[in-house]
């Protein structure tokens, strides 16, 4: 696990100068990712680094990596689980190695299949490769983008990093805010890519390579899923094929989580308690030679903890587990240090439990393993079943829809538990009218569309575009994902799993230099989802079917039933306790208006709406207070 960063000259009679001391500033901008050692390349036309944290070959694992004659060049963030193999192969087909590292594959897969190296590594990755022969640069992110990767051009360079920060520790970036990005962000609480926060500076998207040759730049997708056309429940002897596909399942899981046991450092499980976790816990155990650590955090508030799941999967798999508690007081000093980390704002409330979960495993271990991936490829999040209730919905004549069933949910007691009712039934009306993705997308983020004329100032919807699902229905249309859900399941992966949920680990764990890995990503778990037919995942509200059936043998009864419950945090109560004098300071009408971004009138309104209990506000007004800490920090007054 790593950092890495560099640029490439684009034009080619601009060479190289001073190269080293830059490369340095940005490898430092990232010394977080890999506090180990440092490497660097350059010659007269790019400039190549990294940060290492050493996990695989801890005595000759530094990069950068050669191939034979050292023609080709690799640095990499990441792991590549089938190395031994993959390397086996090779050194049958004459190439030598001269270290253990995992890396060490790439320049020699590239060697012999060009481009088509990619399809021969199953990891979590993003690399550099600079083949010195024919003067062409590639870079690539893994399939369901698990490491980040970031680029653009400036002053006729190409320049990368694994973060925001390492591009801006060149001269030649300058930080600016992208307003378009900021529409999407305050929609889906991340920036989706290719776009960043900062203008100029892209994502490369997960499964996609960038090239560059004689100075030209071109990005292509290189692997995506392809789904069942078998829209049904499944064949005539669906109980025998159901029971067939959950064996199959059940051994390509064990293989993933014995994969990515590797380690040459201490390694544990992040364990919820909910599915997914335990089974990677569960399948840990079966493979590990010595006694599994399990790590967990709770909350003082009931209905966000769920430690005691936690502590239940640990005790009937007998794993040594460790476990802490998260406090208002903890939460509140943690967001702002997270403010000086995070350098492009995120309004998923969970970093900060996943931060103190990262920080807390920290002391124990370098590598983790965790459950990310498992809602999104089983259908395990209730918004898929939401679409089929939707369908009813709309069935009902609208006179009765807006006239009775929507003044009735809209005037429901305010709640501030986690998933309460009235937040669930409000957000479900308030969408339900709107296309796939847009409903999808409402149901998942802060402001609905509608409502960026209110939340912005005039300046702002001015000079940004509205059409922010545009990316994701373009996406969705071009694939070959036929029905509803795995259309949403389908935008699921591609943006709140990469640019969400895996952007969020990986900040969080790379904050505290702890590496994470994440088994049901296995490519071929991936294919093995897609592949199988809807019923097999959800059937009627119950996700993740063929999961639980795969797993029965494995876990108790009570933690495959239990419904799913999200990593969150109590925000509604904090917002009104002990983060509230940082809430009114940073969303102060004096500051907003010197700023120009958000309409000042109108954050009051929502902070006195929530204040009062007339409505919980929480995550739109965490949405805005992320953001303002973020540009603070990072843009400050220079955009």
């Known amino acids: 696990m790593c950092g890495i960063a560099g640029w490439i000259n684009l034009d080619k009679n601009s060479l190289n100068a001073n190269a080293e001391p830059v490369l340095h500033s940005m490898c430092n901008a990232i010394l977080h990712r890999g506090p180990d050692s440092e490497g660097i390349w350059t010659d007269d036309t790019v400039s190549l680094g990294m940060r290492r944290l050493s996990i695989i070959d801890l005595h000759t694992g530094d990069q950068p990596v ?3 004659d050292k023609s080709v060049i690799v640095m990499m963030n990441g792991e590549l689980y089938n190395y031994r193999e993959v390397r086996s192969a090779l050194e049958k087909s004459g190439h030598r190695f001269t270290t253990r590292s ?3 594959i790439l320049p020699h897969l590239y060697e012999e299949y060009g481009e088509g190296m990619l399809e021969h590594v199953n990891g979590m990755y993003a690399f550099s490769l600079w083949d010195t022969r024919q003067k062409k640069l590639i870079i690539a992110r893994d399939r369901f983008g698990e490491k980040p990767l970031y680029y653009g051009v400036f002053d006729n360079k190409l320049i990368w990093g694994s973060e925001p920060k390492a591009i801006l520790a060149h001269p030649a970036v300058t930080p600016e805010l992208d307003l378009n990005a900021l529409r999407h962000y305050v929609s889906f609480d991340y920036v989706p890519a290719p776009m960043s926060i900062y203008k100029g500076i892209n994502k490369l998207p997960a499964a996609h390579v960038l090239t560059v040759e004689s100075g030209e730049i071109s990005v292509r997708r290189y692997w995506d899923l392809v ?4 829209q049904a429940s499944g064949p005539q002897n669906a109980a025998e094929t159901f029971d067939e596909k959950a064996v199959e399942l059940e051994g390509l899981l064990s293989d993933a989580v014995r994969m990515r046991l590797v380690s040459d450092v201490p390694l544990g499980i992040l364990l919820s308690g909910g599915i997914d976790s335990s089974t990677v816990a569960a399948l840990a155990v079966r493979h590990a030679t010595e006694r599994v650590k399990t790590f967990s955090i709770g909350f003082e508030e009931d209905s966000f903890d769920e430690s005691k799941y936690a502590r239940r999967v640990a005790k009937h798999l007998g794993t ?7 406090s208002a007081a903890t939460a509140g000093d943690l967001i702002e240090d997270i403010g000086k980390w995070l350098d492009e704002p995120m309004a998923d409330g969970s970093l900060i439990p996943t931060y103190m979960l990262a920080r807390f495993v920290r002391d124990h271990v370098t590598v983790a393993l965790g459950g990310d991936g498992g809602d999104e490829l089983f259908a395990g999040y209730p918004m898929y079943y939401a679409h089929n209730v939707a369908a009813k919905y709309l069935a009902i004549p609208s006179f009765i829809r807006r006239g009775i069933i929507e003044p009735v949910v809209n005037a429901l007691p305010v709640s501030t538990s986690n998933l309460s009712f009235d937040y669930k039934a409000k957000r479900f009306v308030r969408s339900a009218k709107n296309d796939l993705i847009s409903r999808h997308h409402g149901w998942f983020g802060s402001f609905a569309i509608e409502q ?3 939340v912005f100032t005039k300046d702002v919807l001015a000079r940004s575009d509205a059409d922010i699902y545009r990316g994701v229905r373009e996406l969705v249309d071009a694939s070959d994902a036929k029905n509803v859900i795995e259309k949403a399941q ?4 591609n943006y709140y799993l990469a640019e969400d949920i895996l952007t ?3 900040r969080a764990a790379m904050a505290v230099s702890l590496e994470t890995r994440a088994p049901f990503l296995d490519p071929r778990i991936g294919q093995f989802a897609a592949s199988i037919p809807v019923g097999y995942k959800l059937r009627g509200k119950e996700g993740k079917v063929i999961l639980k059936e795969a797993m029965k043998r494995s876990l108790p009864a009570d933690i495959l039933d239990r419904p799913k419950k999200g990593f969150g945090i109590p925000i509604a109560e904090w917002l009104k306790g002990r983060l509230n004098p940082l809430l009114h300071d940073m969303l102060d009408p004096s500051r907003l208006r010197r700023q120009g971004i958000f309409d000042a009138e109108h954050a009051q309104r929502l902070i006195g709406e929530h204040e009062s209990g007339k409505a919980s506000h929480h995550k739109e007004l965490w949405t805005l207070l992320v953001f303002e800490l973020w ?7 220079r955009d």
């Open 320 to 326: 040594e587990h460790h476990e802490q508690k998260l």
């Open 66 to 68: 050669y191939n034979c």
């Open 102 to 104: 995992d890396t060490e």
């Open 631 to 637: 540009h603070e920090r990072f843009v400050g007054g």
């Open 504 to 506: 969020k680990v990986d």
């Open 452 to 454: 960026h004329d209110k």
């Open 227 to 230: 789904w069942s056309s078998d």
């Open 490 to 493: 389908y935008a699921d992966i």
